[in-house]
Structures are given as structure tokens and as C-alpha cells.
């Protein structure tokens, strides 16, 4: 186990939910008269790691997921951010972007791996990244990935995908929602 301090309610702003949730993590605490120590279980991004495989050439589903889920990308400038850096010559070098979706707490992001790196390496690189140009860690370490068989439509697959906006309450129709992309559009 290992012991998690939040900072203050006082000290630090957190960015409220955006689907009228009334409980960021210091409501949480709050409401339910907890110290801001809380003892957690160690990260289990180990068992993540467990069998995964990089192949060059390969097509991967992954999503990284922000710190204790905070909303990062409900700002504006941070997911414009996130979303440009998957098109920058250090990721293009390692990966080709399929599609993508930025969504207020992680990113799903629809990769073909490259001949060079691991598909570790990769996000690896994105999320320092990003993080060297906000001067901060956002990211929870490890990230999830799904490599896609050949009998899966790589098409519904990234329908789904840039579906999430409109799963999760955020709009209406995807067109309205500004961060994603997919190369068949």
C-alpha cells in the first residue's frame, strides 16, 4: 500500500465535471468527512504490462488515462494540445495516427506501429511529451491497449471510437465535438 496526499481544498483548484457531477475528488472528501490522506493499493499498470506484445506494423487501440481522473482536457488549450501532439515528426516517426478521440480525463487513440519502437515506447514518448510542454505530469502510469485481429473492422472500430463524445453526454453528434480525427475523414 502506499499513502496518497491531495493537496487542499484551499490550495488547489480542481476543474469542476463538466456533466453537472457535483463531486471532483476534495467534494468527495468533503461530503463524506474523509481525511485528505487515504491509504490505496499500488497501481496495478504492472498487470497491464502482463503478455503485451509490440509488433511492428501493428494496429493498436490505446487509452491513457489523466491522474485520479481529473478532467485536464475540458480546457480547451490542453486538449487542442494533446490533440496536435500525435501529429508531431516525433510521434509520426514511431506511429501512424488512425484516429483519435480526446475526452476529458484520457485519450483513445488508434495507432499502427512503425518498424522502430515498441508500442511502450511510443506512449511513453507522447505522454513525456505532452508533459514537458505543460511543465507537469498529468498522466497515471501504464495505459491500456487492445491490438486489433484481423477479422475486426478496423472502420467500426474507429467509429466507435470518435463515438465516445456522444456515449459520454458531451454533445450531440460527433461533428460537434472538436477533438478527434480519423484518416478517412
Known sequence: MRILEYPSPDTHRVQEP???????????????????????DKPHSQKLRTGRVSLPQQIYLVTIVTQSRIAVFSRYDYAALAAN??????MTH??????????PDHLHWLLQLG?????????RRYKAQFSLQLKTSIWQRGFHDHALREEESL?????????NPVRAGLCQ?????????????
Request: charge should be positive.
Open 115 to 123: 518498424d522502430s519502437a515498441s508500442l511502450s515506447d511510443t506512449v
Open 18 to 40: 463538466l456533466r453537472g457531477e457535483s463531486a471532483s475528488y476534495k467534494h468527495y472528501f468533503a461530503r463524506y468527512n474523509l481525511p485528505m490522506k487515504i491509504l490505496v
Open 85 to 90: 501532439n500525435l501529429y508531431t515528426p516525433a
Open 94 to 103: 514511431h506511429a501512424t495516427t488512425l484516429a483519435f478521440v480526446v475526452m
Open 173 to 185: 453528434k460527433v461533428g460537434d465535438y472538436p477533438f478527434w480525427n480519423a484518416m478517412w475523414l
Open 155 to 163: 472502420i467500426d472500430v474507429a467509429r466507435y471510437l470518435i463515438a
